[in-house]
């Protein structure tokens, strides 16, 4: 049983090859011709499992769906202070005009960071209560499955550390004075939204590989 990542982030690909050792995974433009997917959920599960069956579906197309199984992420900071925002549109958050919408495609890691922080000082705030969501879903040929991984701390006004990716630099997790931004590799690993979606997600992967053929 092989692993394609529906994703094309490649920190994202980093730290999933890092959890689910033992196992066989690829990048999505290793083994499929990197497709646009358009993640019209209104959760982060929906949209875990529009990626994670859009890229089935091309493996399904090629005759690899008895070789492989598709495992897609969905993630994002919600902030207390700011009604949940960004919520699933943190990679797009830049992007997100008053009324809620995605209007242009100029949402990058930096200038999301920075919409960020100008709403926490538009509110006077310092830092906000928040929260990380990760869902990872799983689509094979026994059908889809979806886990959830949280990790809670607050959203900070200011940018410290420069190891991570995403809003890394502003959250810190609960139990820790530093940001994700200044934390070690192996510490964001074992404590991390992502990391505790898959290793629930190490469950269904056991159990998918015993039935594999």
């Known amino acids: 049983m092989k692993i394609v990542l529906a994703t094309s982030n490649l920190d994202k690909v980093k730290e999933i090859k890092e959890y689910l050792k033992g196992y066989e995974i690829y990048a999505l433009s290793e083994v499929v011709k990197p497709f646009e997917i358009v ?5 982060f599960q ?16 090629q005759g ?11 993630s994002g900071i ?32 930096a200038n999301n960071r920075a919409k960020l922080i100008s709403k926490l000082k538009a509110l006077n705030l310092k830092s906000s209560p928040a929260h990380y969501t990760a869902c990872i ?12 991984g949280f990790m809670y ?4 006004k200011q ?21 994700l ?14 990391s505790k979606g898959l290793e629930l997600t190490n469950f269904v992967l056991k159990s998918l590989k015993k039935n594999f053929s």
Not at 64 to 72: C, K, P, R, T, V
Not at 137 to 148: E, L, N, P, Q, V
Not at 153 to 156: D, K, L, R, V
């Open 64 to 74: 690899l769906d008895n070789e492989f199984i598709a495992l897609s992420d969905d």
């Open 46 to 61: 929906q949209n875990a499992l529009i990626k994670s069956r859009a890229v089935f579906a091309k493996l399904k197309e």
């Open 159 to 179: 940018e410290r550390g420069t190891n991570g990716f995403g809003y890394d630099a502003l959250f810190i997790p609960d139990g820790f004075t530093k940001t």
């Open 78 to 109: 919600s902030v207390d202070a700011l009604g949940g925002e960004p919520g699933i549109y943190s990679a797009r958050y830049f992007d997100l005009d008053k009324n809620g919408k995605v209007c242009g495609k100029n949402a990058n890691d």
């Open 137 to 148: 879903a799983i689509s094979s040929k026994f059908g889809d499955y979806t886990t959830h």
């Open 181 to 194: 931004g200044e934390l070690d590799n192996e510490t964001k690993l074992k404590i991390s939204h992502r």
């Open 153 to 156: 701390g607050e959203a900070i």
């Open 39 to 43: 993640e019209d959920g209104s959760s």
